[in-house]
């Protein structure tokens, strides 16, 4: 079943209009007819049924019809990363999302090679993967910042891990056992690594946590996915059994 992620309200007998990208998605490439079937969510509302009422040049309208998933919390789980080339942050952007972060928040560091970045299209990438893995949310988009203003205002009680590739942190696993459950934050730096500065920044931080993934030097976007999908199997959903089909 096609499954799109809108901003609607999501209640029983109410018909909805699609917008136009949606629209073309599901009349020219998906090429769907009137009184099928199709999933939407809000982040919200869970998951609904909806039966198409109508498939023209003039738009899709969907009559909801039954909601089939409750609205479930998920982890409230940031990641924080360096901006890298086009293709490579965008998949960071896609698998975190698949992953179950809450938030994606690109930081700038000394050794950011990309002066820009393209928050559009990685909220669009973080949809369209929401909406392919079944979760109930999308993540937000925060607006990119450099490194020291990120964490000049940083709330203290959401535990911030930051990949070291010095060597100076525990590793990961041993970290998370002294890491309580809840609001979660994970750091990852550029291509590059933090300089000796931000490390020191890092380091005088009283809700920043170090911590390595291992032996290898990881490029960045290995490093953001293994790292959030050890934090999801330690203290995150993957401890929750799969939802029946």
Known sequence: MIRLYVTNDLFADTTIGLGKEQSHYLANVMRVK???AIALFNGRDGQWRG???????NGVSVRLVAQTRPQMPEPDLWLLAAPIKKDRIDLVAEKASELGISMLWPVFTRRTVMSR???DRLAANMTEAAEQCERLTVPS???PAALDKALAGWDAARPLLFLD????GAPIAQALATVPPGKLALLVGPEGGFDENERALLARQPFTVPVSLGPRILRAETAAIAGLAIVQALLG??????RAS
Do not use: C, I, Q, Y
């Open 51 to 57: 039966d198409l009422e109508t498939v023209g040049k």
């Open 34 to 36: 009137a009184g099928e």
């Open 237 to 242: 959903d993957w401890n929750h059994r799969p």
């Open 117 to 119: 970045v393209n928050t």
């Open 141 to 143: 988009m925060h607006e």
């Open 165 to 168: 590739e010095s060597g100076g």
